[in-house]
């Protein structure tokens, strides 16, 4: 394929790995976009950090704001750039969960089950909210993303059968996250075909219906969330052609990257953790044997600059 296409030259040779269809940017997505030109991409398919939910261990990350409405309006600002760097008929497929107010308390420790759930800080609960009040972050950045120019199509419900158990005793177990597919302009690409589903009776096909029930995805490398494949595969294959380019933002642990791998696209991740890329890695070349050439010597540059500059990480 000639995802080589991807062509970054503003970028610096040691700060992003190239491959034969994936380019990993490592840095801060609020910098590095700025860096891609416009109206590249096909789509964008991401996950950004959930507010207060994660401690990445970074001043100024995104999702540690004290205040929620920081939190929308820098995540508004990254995907105003989105919106710059995709094609004029580009859609945007965005998964973020709802949040529940910390209820005053301001750290978390880790648990044996979600070893990532442990964070040095908690943000106070939002003027005009209570204690154990559910925050509609989804929503509310959903509307912000639209009201900034997006066109919302369509809210997706991501139903997880396997959800993590809750031990709360005064409401039901959350089961399931939003994914909102906007778009750039009123018309766009969709290959609705690609993604129908079976009818009941098994003999024909139907329109893909907005409750999508989808098992979430182990990860053994990483001991955070990662996006299970079966969610990101609907999105690529309806938002970018084959040899098309997606974009992810946000790229942890590389699942967009190794959908794209095993559906003929082409990718750029933007990722800012060291620790994560060389995830990512791990599972591109599981995918891509050929791979492992081109990360090997540029990966241990950038892990050895992040923990310089960075010496609060522990790798």
Not at 17 to 22: A, G, R
Not at 23 to 34: E, F, P, T
């Amino acid at each position: 394929m000639n995802a080589t296409a991807i062509s970054i030259n503003n970028l610096q040779p040691e700060t992003f790995f190239v491959t034969e269809s994936v380019q990993i940017v490592h840095g801060d997505v609020r910098q590095k976009l700025a860096l891609l030109p416009d109206n590249t991409f096909h789509c964008c398919v991401t996950s950004p950090p959930y507010w207060g939910m994660r401690d990445y261990g970074y001043e100024g990350q995104i999702g540690a704001e004290t205040n929620i409405n920081d939190y929308i309006s820098h995540l508004v600002d990254v995907f105003r750039e989105v919106r710059r760097v995709l094609r004029s008929d580009g859609t945007f497929w965005l998964n973020i969960g709802n949040t529940y107010t910390s209820g005053g308390r301001t750290w978390r420790q880790s648990d044996a089950k979600n070893k990532g759930r442990a964070m040095s800080y908690r943000p106070d609960t939002p003027t005009g909210l209570k204690p154990k009040d559910l925050i509609g972050v989804a929503w509310m950045l959903a509307m912000a993303l639209q009201l900034d120019g997006w066109y919302l199509r369509s809210d997706i419900i991501w139903h997880k059968p396997n959800c993590q158990p809750e031990s709360v005793k005064d409401r039901v177990t959350v089961s399931h996250e939003y994914l909102f597919m906007l778009s750039k302009s009123e018309n766009y690409y969709f290959d609705q075909e690609s993604i129908k589903e079976q009818t009941a009776d098994g003999k024909s096909h139907k329109n893909k219906r907005t409750v999508w029930q989808i098992n979430t995805e182990p990860c053994k490398e990483a001991h955070f969330a990662v996006f299970p494949r079966a969610l990101v595969r609907p999105c690529i294959l309806a938002g970018a052609p084959k040899d098309g380019l997606v974009l992810d933002p946000f790229f942890g642990s590389g699942t967009v990257g190794v959908v794209a791998i095993e559906e003929g696209r082409g990718c750029v991740g933007v990722e800012l953790k060291s620790q994560y890329i060389e995830i990512a890695k791990q599972r591109l070349m599981a995918v891509t044997p050929s791979l492992k050439q081109n990360f090997a010597a540029e990966g241990q540059t950038a892990m050895k600059r992040e923990t310089y500059t960075n010496p609060s990480l522990n790798f």
